[in-house]
């Protein structure tokens, strides 16, 4: 669930060339604040996966919404119902 919406993310991705020391710039913009930069475009595109990744990860533990994208959901879980 969560690489399925990862990759729907970056189907949903902009790139372009910026004057810069890494200038291939990405950006989600569905997801507020998600970019990266790279000396490529792969790179670009590496360093937007994991931002990605980390973007989910703090949302995930601040108990935040993470909005839907192409149908994929990722739904927090509750601290009820958590196993010990």
Known sequence: ???EYIEKNLSHA???IIEDDEPYYG???ELAGVYATGKTLEECRKNL???I???IIVRL???L???PID???IERISKKSRPH
């Open 1 to 3: 669930m969560i690489l």
């Open 14 to 16: 902009r790139y372009e």
């Open 27 to 29: 950006e989600v913009p």
């Open 49 to 51: 996966r994991e931002v």
């Open 53 to 55: 990744e980390g973007w």
């Open 61 to 63: 533990r601040r108990g």
């Open 65 to 67: 919404l993470i909005p």
């Open 71 to 73: 149908k994929c959901i």
